[in-house]
């Protein structure tokens, strides 16, 4: 024991007390600074006998060392405290789940139209693209429909510059394949050999002036040709019958063809469907049009119209994305919002 033991009590107080670095050099100053506690000590003992200084002086030392010890001690603490402290601020909790990168899907119309060309695919058909910008020729004229005929009002459409006009409908597209097509067997023809047939589908998008629940100004359309020597109406009905049933997944279904109207077509029909199960099951729906292709339109094919006949159809891939998924609204599609389109990823 050391009668000067108390200030070392008190220093360890001031410096527990201290809960900041600089409060520390406050209290430090207090016992060892220049005018500090202990400081002043020492300086006392210049009044002292050589041998009082000695023994005086020796506990002094001894004291200003625990005084120092339990400083550096405090210092240590704080550092370490505070560092714990940017530790706890700069937590990451490597648990939660990363930022991931929106992943993205096909539309579902797209979806569809990558079922419809994988299913007549599988039946031989060719899959053909076109150009959405049509001349008056293709998109009218070729499929039998003069400029004064009235089913042109029917396709009221956007004209662009140049009697250029955004294609109404896909079936354009059987006389540019078909004429590609006849080109391309030219020689055989000349032999008075047989063209190989023609089996192609045409999916794409196609433009009218319309705008309801139902319709909406840029639509799709997919369509459908078969010509050879002995293609008949019964082959339409079932090529469009083994399609249904595969794009739905199911044989419980009717098809029916209702007597319709269409310049390149005669006969013509609307094709319907009706499920025998389901949320729609009984109810007859249109899915298209459909019918065997006017000897005009296979004239301007390039082909003998007596000697070449079969049929074409116009498939509606909107409405089959509609009725396959349960959508009632076709705006739906093509309003961009992720929440509905994110519902068909695959
Ligand atoms: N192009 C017709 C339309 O847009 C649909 C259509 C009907 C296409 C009968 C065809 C067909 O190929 O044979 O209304």
């Not at 601020?89 to 990168?101: I, S």
């Not at 097509?181 to 196609?206: C, L, M, Q, S, Y």
């Not at 009984?282 to 019918?291: N, P, Q, S």
């Not at 000697?307 to 739906?332: E, H, K, Q, S």
């Amino acid at each position: 024991m050391n009668d000067l033991d108390p200030l070392v009590t008190e220093a360890r107080a001031e410096f527990a007390a201290a809960l900041t670095p600089a409060d520390l050099e406050n209290a430090k100053a207090r016992f060892i600074g220049k005018s500090g506690r202990v400081t002043e000590l020492l300086k006392g003992l210049a009044a002292l006998t050589p041998e009082e200084k000695k023994a005086r002086g020796a506990a002094i030392n001894q004291i200003k060392q625990q005084v120092e010890g339990a400083l550096n001690a405090r210092r240590s603490e704080l550092a370490e405290a505070e560092l714990q402290e940017q530790l706890k601020a700069e937590a990451l909790d490597v648990t939660l789940p990363g930022r991931r990168r929106g992943e993205g899907g096909l539309h579902p119309v797209s979806l569809s139209i990558e079922r419809i060309e994988a299913i007549f695919g599988s039946m031989g058909f060719d899959v053909a693209d076109g150009p959405e910008i049509e001349t008056d020729w293709f998109n009218f004229t070729a499929l039998n429909t003069p400029a004064d005929h009235p089913a042109r009002s029917m396709h009221d459409t956007f004209y662009v510059e140049g009697g250029h006009l955004l294609r109404t409908h896909t079936s354009p597209m059987q006389v540019r394949y078909a004429v590609q097509h006849v080109k391309r067997h030219a020689e055989r023809e000349t032999r008075g050999e047989r063209v190989p047939e023609i089996r192609v589908i045409a999916p794409g998008r196609t433009y009218r002036v319309d705008s309801d629940a139902t319709h909406s100004p840029m639509f799709h359309q997919c369509e459908g040709l078969w010509i050879g020597e002995n293609v008949s109406f019964a082959d339409l009905k079932s090529v469009l019958g083994d399609f249904f049933a595969a794009f739905f997944e199911t044989n419980d279904l009717n098809i029916r063809f209702r007597p319709s109207f269409f310049p390149f077509t005669e006969p013509s029909a609307e094709v319907d469907i009706a499920f025998a199960s389901g949320p729609l099951k009984g109810r007859w729906l249109e899915v298209g049009g459909a019918g065997q292709v006017h000897p005009n339109v296979v004239r301007n094919f390039g082909l003998d119209a007596e000697r070449y006949i079969g049929f074409a159809f116009g498939l509606g891939p909107d409405r089959l994305t509609m009725l396959r998924y349960g959508v009632n609204d076709l705006r739906l599609f093509f309003d961009g919002d992720v929440r509905f389109l994110s519902q068909f990823k695959v």
